[in-house]
C-alpha cells in the first residue's frame, strides 16, 4: 500500500477535534495501540498490538513501513505481515524490541484521508494524516486533499515532524 503522510505536535486537540466535524471527517473510534519495533536493515518493523477502546476487540499484526524523514507531507509504503511472512522476509530476524510506543489514537475518516489524533505516552499529543492510495486513486489528487486539510488544521498544529515515534 501506498500512503501521503503528514505529522506534527497538536497543540489543541479540542480544536482539532471541531476541524474534523467541520471539514466533515467521521469519527470512527478509538484506539489504543502498541508498538514495539525491530530493527530491520531497511525501512521500519514494528509488531501492533490494537484494542478497539469502545468494544475490547484486539488486533495483533506486524507493519513494516519505508518512506522519508522529513517534514512535509511524504509518500509512504508499507504492508501489514502476520509472524510467518516476518519470518520469511527476515529468516535471521531476532525480533529484539528496539523502542516501544504507546498511544490513545482517536481515528476520524473523509473520503480516503484518516485523521490521527494520538497521545503518545512520554512524548504527548500529535496529529497525523494518511492519505490513503489506493487501487485506482489518483496520487496527485491524494496529495492535494491531503494538503487542503492541512490547510483546515494548521490553527491546531504545531512545529511538523518528520520521522515516526519511536525516533522522539
Known amino acids: 500500500m501506498k500512503n501521503i503522510e503528514f505529522k506534527a505536535e497538536l497543540r489543541n ?3 482539532a477535534r471541531s476541524i474534523c466535524m467541520v471539514v466533515g471527517a467521521r469519527a470512527l473510534g478509538v484506539l489504543l495501540q502498541t ?25 495483533e499484526d506486524w507493519i513494516w513501513y519505508d518512506r522519508p524523514d522529513r517534514t ?4 509512504t509504503t508499507w504492508t501489514r505481515l ?4 516476518v519470518a520469511v522476509r527476515w529468516p535471521t ?18 473520503e480516503n484521508v484518516r485523521v490521527h489524533l494520538d497521545a503518545v505516552a512520554g512524548l504527548g499529543n500529535y496529529f497525523e494524516l494518511e492519505g490513503v492510495v ?14 487542503r486539510m492541512l490547510d483546515q488544521f494548521r490553527p491546531a498544529l504545531g512545529e511538523p ?8
Open 72 to 75: 512535509a507531507a511524504r509518500a
Open 35 to 59: 508498538d514495539e519495533y525491530v530493527d530491520v536493515p531497511e525501512g521500519r518493523l514494528k509488531h501492533r498490538v490494537e484494542r478497539i477502546e469502545d468494544t475490547g476487540e484486539t488486533r
Open 93 to 110: 530476524l531476532e525480533r529484539r524490541v528496539s523502542r516501544t510506543i504507546v498511544k490513545r489514537r482517536e481515528l476520524w475518516k473523509f
Open 134 to 147: 489506493g487501487m485506482g486513486d489518483d496520487p496527485a489528487a491524494t496529495r492535494a486533499r491531503v494538503g
Open 161 to 168: 515532524v518528520s520521522g515516526s515515534y519511536a525516533d522522539l
Open 13 to 15: 486537540i479540542h480544536l
Open 82 to 85: 502476520d509472524d510467518r511472512q
